[in-house]
């Protein structure tokens, strides 16, 4: 298990090490097994949602443009407390032995009425979410800096006037903070005539419920879409009944300032509306990147996006493929070929030019073995699949330092 050698706060503002606690007698695979990937439909994380999210601001500075960008995410005690309010865990059991983070059988019947509960052990990564166990655990629930810098970047680089009509997969999103930028992008222009697709994989899916899809709730409802909604509904009087309504309009988030947001059908069903006005399609991924199959999600996209998920050797290889063939046609992919070879022209065109592949990670994680220059040179001398250059785009010296890549695959 890997564990984070600093203060445990929401974002991880100085780096430092990693300690790597003794292994067992198996290797980390055979002790745990990898979840196989799976997608998961938007009203499985609607359902899930409790009846109040709490939310905090996160601002980015983007000093070559003198301006900030204004994000809110989740707390994480609030998704905490959603679980101690659900029975999934006794408050007095919380530090109770690591199991392993379950997953929904597939083969459950998706109408059940009750939905599964969460596996208990997701609590210990609520209170020390910098904490990581291959396998399990990916770190998810944290905020990693590395990813404000995709979110600088994108915002200073005017890399996409529009993120209309574009194809984006953020792969280890966790809170999915580059993505919300893109969404929050997306949201702010006119409908497009060509649907707009943001994709969030993350290894664990109870990372998606928690906090990546009650982010893009949130982002939604910070946005210009929401105008409509937040001018006309009402809010409930007792959170914990969504019908009982007072004649004071919905809550108007300040992205500056801490709050909270009741969740009720209405605004659920704005959510939806809202995407379906702006031909946005958001699909969520759970999983691991080895069983991930990129034609299941529609082929290529014009922006690839991943941060703070190259500290793992091991883990490199399916990475590098993800990204190789999410930014244009590979080699050998048959089954590939076929998919897209069935969309329209001008898809094929935008797969022959191939998208914008970013990399944010600090130099070097220490105690694990992983780093830039590893990656670098993996991406270089690939063996199966395309081999690609890579520079730097963006570069942060203080401290640990950090860089933002670009991949340009040949």
């Excluded at 290797?27 to 998961?40: C, F, G, K, L, N």
């Excluded at 009203?43 to 443009?65: C, G, M, N």
Aim: net charge negative; aromatic share 8%; proline share 6%.
């Amino acid at each position: 298990m890997f564990k984070f050698d600093f203060a445990i706060d929401d974002i991880d503002e100085e780096f430092t090490s990693l300690s790597v606690e003794p292994e067992t007698s198996k290797s980390t695979q055979e002790a745990h097994p990898t979840v196989p990937s799976r997608e998961h439909p938007i009203e499985e994380f609607l359902d899930a949602l409790p009846t109040l999210i709490s939310y905090s601001p996160l601002s980015i500075p983007v000093p070559s443009k003198d301006r900030t960008v204004h994000l809110v995410r989740r707390d994480l005690f609030d998704a905490r407390f959603q679980l101690i309010a659900e029975g999934t865990v006794d408050p007095e059991d919380a530090d109770g032995n690591l199991a392993r983070i379950k997953e929904e059988d597939e083969d459950e019947d998706v109408e059940e009425k009750e939905r599964k509960p969460m596996d208990p052990s997701i609590l210990e990564y609520l209170d020390a979410p910098s904490d990581l166990l291959p396998g399990v655990y990916e770190g998810g629930l944290k905020t990693w800096e590395c990813s404000l810098d995709l979110v600088e970047y994108l915002e200073s680089s005017d890399s996409f006037k529009s993120y209309s009509g574009k194809r984006v997969i953020e792969l280890g999103c966790g809170t999915a903070i580059p993505s919300l930028y893109v969404l929050l992008k997306a949201l702010s222009e006119p409908p497009s005539a060509t649907e707009t697709h943001i994709h969030l994989q993350d290894y664990n899916a109870s990372v998606l419920e928690l906090v990546t899809f009650p982010n893009a709730l949130l982002t939604w409802y910070l946005s210009p879409a929401s105008l409509s909604f937040r001018s006309t509904s009402t809010t409930p009087n007792d959170p914990s009944n969504p019908t009982e309504t007072s004649s004071e309009i919905a809550p108007t988030i300040d992205p500056t300032e801490a709050g909270e947001l009741p969740i009720t059908p209405a605004l659920k069903s704005a959510f939806l509306a809202s995407l379906q006005e702006h031909n946005i399609v958001l699909r969520f991924f759970s999983g691991a990147w080895d069983s991930f199959d990129l034609s299941s999600s529609g082929g290529a996209y014009n922006l690839l996006l991943t941060s703070e998920t190259i500290y793992r050797q091991e883990s490199l290889p399916s990475l590098m493929r993800l990204l190789d063939e999410g930014s244009g046609l590979g080699s050998g992919l048959d089954e590939m070929v076929e998919a897209k070879l069935s969309l329209g022209d001008g898809k094929r065109e935008r797969e022959r030019e191939g998208g914008m592949c970013l990399v944010a990670a600090k130099v070097l994680y220490f105690g694990v073995g992983g780093g830039i220059s590893d990656f670098v040179d993996g991406v270089k001398k690939r063996e199966e699949g395309r081999k690609g250059e890579v520079s730097t785009v963006l570069e942060r010296t203080a401290g640990i330092g950090r860089k933002v890549l670009r991949v340009e695959w040949n």
